[in-house]
């Protein structure tokens, strides 16, 4: 029998359940009064509102989905949303929804007290990476909660069956994986175990997985679980024993061992591969400091237990000592010892921590050096060079006998007898570059010179000079070997070359320059007999004619390619391709050029300086190809000065990116107006070949030329009859 | 269309008149720098082509462009250089110094027609 409206009214009004009737999208339509508490307005205010506006921000989404799913087929859906209510407490309320014509009819009882319980397990199980699941044998039911689909990145409306499950193991682990829980409905034992899955994301994760049976009747009927993400447990115990590893192997790299010394009991404990490179019994823990005593050589046995008492008795915790153990294969080596002491109230050492280590190479070596210091003397004495070895200070160690015998001559000093320094006795002409050499080496460079000099005969000398840092065994510098070599006869040859070298290149600009002027006097005409070809050809006239003149743009046409040809084949794009970059000193460059050109100056009496920078600045750049732009503008300066001077400098401060070169003369000068020509060879070119090449126009454009293609730039300054300044920008290498 | 042309060469400045005038346009011939100075001063022009090399001792085509640009007058007029010089970098040298436009000889004067063209597309067509 159907209620009446009246009996529906009190049936709502009395029931312990919340009533409410909503549109799909969550307008409230009607509801009794039970539910009042649900919302924070007044009776009449809330009709139009939306449920959304009143539930949990996370159930907002599971109330949108799960109403998205109703449909008259399928038109029936439990669900639990929690509400905040007037007085800030919060409700969780399960629903049953219904859909008919259009509305959702909900009816939710209170379960709040469930909800709270089953909150707190949610938030364990996120907080704890854990997931908890079930499985029925009897009819193959796999559950998941979402902390298992969490830890598999998997979305948690998947359906979840065994086989599923098991697909997150690497294959090779599946089998054996699976007859884990074969096994626990056959035995009704528990298991766990750790492995690695790949997530859903494809992720790797490690996670622990227990398992308990359920047990009815002696029969399992379920199997419950949990499934811990412990991926970062396993990364870290991983480190760890890596860590072990890595020390384990570091240790056995320098072929030490760590040991425990309790000395009360007169224990020692040694690490178990050190035992082992010892031949030390392995089955027992600690070795008696008896049998330890006998391994140590007879000859070092008192001296080392003397350290030994002294060391416990010093003040510190730290201990040294240094002796001569025997190893398994009965053969001694040099060993020592590094500890920490820990000390009781009275002061007394307890206990010693520490390594021994195995020294016996570096022992070895320090003996050959000793013993082939003199041999070393020996071959010094006999070599053809001059050899001193200077402390990093500067003063003489040690000196052959050829040096030592000139110093004696020209300084009336006897280094081995008395204390100098090597800057007091070189010969004068050493001593400008020598301090800036010196702390080239103190920083570690082998760095070598060459030096010009009159020797006692008059004559013009060239000698090597190489300053060769030598390091201790921290890697520290702890001398500087300078040595001279004559190589007189090797510069001789060297100059002979440098002026053919030159002789070519001016032959090979001479080529270039004809090949230049040959270009444009072939163009020239060319130009006439084409158009006017093109002209006729194009106006009417006969046949036979025609084709006579299309023969003629034909010869024209291979002309004009083999020109073509013959321009493309130029100087620079050789030169381009075939350089060869370096990283290099600019003072040692620069000093180069300098010496080269001191003999034509002095011939001139032409004053000729030089002046470094002290920073020595480096440049990548080919060193032939700037040579012989430098030279070019050092030649000239001497060329076009009569009287006074020519100076060369170098300077890396005036900006970040380059450094500058000058090359300063008191000649002849150049007029403004002649700026640009004396750089450009063609519009010289035309007028005429010989007078240009008569000049050093040539040898100047080319200068700019190679100094352009090394990225670098002249600049000039000029006042005729007063002198010429080219300045070089070279960009800095760092 | 007036055109200046300076160049030296007789016959080269000939068939440059011939080429240019069947386009309607009108060719004036300076042999040297200092005629086309004077040529600048009394004509409207156009367009200038300026040779590069004008002979022995004579102002060649790069100062004489240097000259052009300190003209009032000509400021708005297009100078290119039309040279036998045609190695390898010329074009840019020529460019950098600050002609509008470069012509290595011999001449294509299909190139330089659809140039002056497009200068002018109102005064000269293109056949």
Not at chain 1, 389 to 415: C, F, H, Q, Y
Not at chain 1, 593 to 614: G, N, P, V
Not at chain 1, 695 to 719: D, H, M, P
Request: aromatic share 10%; with cysteine; glycine share 4%.
């Amino acid at each position: 029998m159907p209620f009446t409206a009246e009996q529906f009214e009190i049936l709502a009004e009395k029931t312990l359940h919340f009533l409410l009737i909503f549109k799909k999208n969550g307008k409230i339509v009607a509801f009794n009064n039970r539910c009042e508490v649900l919302f924070p307005f007044k009776n009449n205010q809330i009709k139009g509102k939306y449920i959304t506006d009143f539930i949990i921000d996370d159930d907002v989404q599971v109330f949108k989905d799960s109403v998205a799913t109703l449909n008259i087929q399928n038109s029936i859906l439990s669900e639990s949303f929690s509400f905040v209510t007037k007085d800030n407490t919060v409700l969780a309320l399960k629903f049953n929804l219904t859909y008919h014509n259009d509305l959702i009819y909900a009816a939710g009882i209170d379960t709040t007290e469930e909800y709270k319980e089953h909150r707190a397990l949610i938030t364990l199980s996120k907080l704890t990476k854990t997931g908890a699941w079930y499985f029925n044998p009897k009819n193959k039911e796999m559950y998941w909660s979402r902390g298992c689909y969490r830890i598999k990145d998997l979305d948690p409306n998947t359906p979840m069956t065994r086989k599923r499950g098991a697909s997150f193991y690497p294959v090779e682990s599946r089998a054996r994986l699976e007859s884990y829980l074969d096994d626990l409905i056959e035995n009704k034992e528990p298991y766990e175990y750790t492995e690695k899955i790949i997530t859903a994301k494809g992720k790797e994760k490690w996670v622990k997985v227990v398992a308990q049976p359920v047990i009815y009747k002696n029969e399992v009927v379920y199997v419950n679980g949990t499934i811990a993400d412990v991926t970062d447990r396993h990364n870290y115990i991983e480190k760890l024993k890596y860590n072990a590893e890595t020390k384990h192997l570091a240790l056995k790299g320098i072929q030490s061992g760590l040991f425990d010394h309790l000395i009360k009991k007169n224990e020692v404990f040694y690490s178990a591969e050190f035992k082992k490179m010892l031949g030390l019994p392995t089955d027992k823990d600690y070795v008696p400091e008896e049998i330890f005593r006998k391994m140590i050589h007879p000859d070092d046995l008192n001296k080392a237990l003397q350290r030994h008492h002294e060391n416990l008795k010093k003040e510190g915790n730290h201990y040294y000592n240094y002796y001569r153990l025997k190893n398994k294969k009965g053969k001694y080596r040099h060993y020592e010892v590094y500890g920490f002491r820990r000390k009781n109230e009275k002061g007394e050492t307890t206990r010693m921590i520490g390594n021994l280590i195995d020294v016996h190479q570096k022992k070895m070596n320090e003996q050959t050096i000793i013993e082939g210091k003199s041999r070393l003397q020996a071959i010094v004495n006999n070599g053809f060079s001059y050899n001193v070895l200077l402390n990093t200070e500067g003063k003489i160690l040690m000196a052959d006998k050829k040096s030592l015998k000139l110093i004696k001559r020209d300084s009336n000093v006897d280094p081995t007898q008395t204390e100098c320094h090597f800057i007091d006795v070189m010969p004068i002409n050493f001593k400008n570059s020598f301090r800036h050499t010196f702390n080239e080496a103190l920083k570690g460079n082998a760095v070598k010179k060459e030096i010009e000099r009159i020797n006692m005969q008059g004559d013009l000398q060239w000698l090597e000079t190489k300053y060769t840092p030598i390091f201790n065994d921290d890697y520290k510098i702890n001398s500087v070997l300078v040595s001279f070599h004559d190589i007189s006869d090797r510069k001789l040859a060297e100059q002979a070359v440098t002026e053919a070298h030159i002789k070519e290149q001016e032959l090979s600009n001479l080529k270039s320059n004809i090949l230049s002027n040959f270009s444009h006097e072939i163009r020239t005409p060319l130009n006439g007999i084409m158009t006017i070809s093109n002209i006729i050809l194009k106006d009417n006239c006969p046949k036979d004619k025609k084709q006579l003149l299309t023969f003629l743009e034909e010869s024209k046409d291979r002309l004009l390619e083999t020109m073509n040809k013959l321009s493309n084949f130029s100087e620079i794009d050789i030169i381009k391709n075939n350089l060869n970059y370096e990283e290099v000193d600019l003072n040692y460059i620069v000093e180069t050029s300098f010496r080269e050109h001191k003999y034509m100056a002095d011939t001139k009496k032409i004053q000729f300086t030089l002046e470094l920078d002290e920073s020595s600045p480096q440049a990548k750049l080919d060193i032939n190809l700037f040579r012989l732009a430098l030279n070019n503008i050092i030649h000239n300066a001497i060329k076009y000065t009569k009287d006074g001077k020519v100076s060369l400098s170098i300077n890396s401060k005036v900006s970040k990116k380059n450094n500058y070169i000058y090359v300063k003369d008191t000649g002849i000068g150049i007029d403004k107006k002649d700026f640009d020509k004396i750089f450009e060879p063609l519009i010289q070119g035309s007028e005429g070949i010989s007078r240009e090449y008569e000049g050093t126009g040539i040898g100047l454009s080319l200068s700019k030329r190679y100094i352009e293609i090394l990225e670098g730039k002249i600049k000039l300054k000029s006042k005729l009859g007063k002198g010429t300044v080219f300045t070089i920008l070279i960009p800095k290498y760092i | 269309m007036n055109i200046l042309y300076v160049e030296d060469n007789k016959i080269n400045a000939m068939v440059m008149d011939k080429m240019l005038s069947k386009n309607d346009s009108n060719v004036i011939i300076a042999e040297n720098g200092s005629k086309a100075l004077k040529v600048v001063k009394n004509k409207n022009l156009d367009l200038i082509l300026v040779d590069i090399n004008l002979g022995l001792n004579q102002m060649d085509g790069c100062e004489l462009l240097q000259r052009f640009r300190k003209l009032d007058i000509l400021k708005n007029i297009p100078v290119f250089a039309v040279t036998a010089y045609a190695m390898p970098g010329d074009k840019q040298r020529f460019i950098n110094i600050g002609f509008d436009n470069y012509f290595s000889k011999p001449v294509d004067f299909d190139k330089l027609l659809s140039v002056i063209s497009s200068i002018n597309p109102s005064k000269i067509g293109s056949n």
